[in-house]
């Protein structure tokens, strides 16, 4: 009974480790640079790539975003430029622009790390 019991511990602090390693999560654009900057002087090279892998996922796929919303752009005709939908295409693509740049800035970061600490970048190119 004691082995059932020890046994379900070890399970139990297993499954909560891989649940916190989980929460790192997605890459967030609205984090602080100075914040992100500290997190990357204190990660290993392991972590550095895990979290320029993250941004650039992210990147890869608000680039897919960007360009959706730009061939609803091009296919408004030049008479309706000035109408209330391209205005709000064209603010979709300027708040899409502005995510994209923050993740990039935030990429930059732990991938300019991981190279400073000799880490294998070749996957990482945007």
Do not use: H, W
Request: glycine share 6%; proline share 1%; with cysteine.
């Amino acid at each position: 009974m004691k082995r059932i019991e020890i046994g379900l511990v070890v399970v139990c602090a297993v499954c909560i480790a891989v649940g916190l390693a989980g929460c790192a999560g997605k890459a967030d654009e609205g984090k602080p640079m100075t914040d992100v900057q500290a997190e990357a002087q204190k990660m290993s090279t392991e972590q550095l790539k895990a979290a320029a892998m993250k941004y650039k996922d992210a990147i890869m796929a608000k680039q897919a975003d960007v360009e959706k919303v730009m061939a609803k752009l091009k296919a408004i005709s030049a008479a309706e430029m000035m109408g209330k939908e391209a205005t709000e295409v064209r603010q979709e693509v300027d708040n899409l622009s502005k995510s994209l740049k923050a993740l990039k800035e935030r990429f930059d970061v732990y991938y300019n790390k991981l190279k400073e600490t000799g880490g294998d970048v070749s996957d990482l190119s945007i």
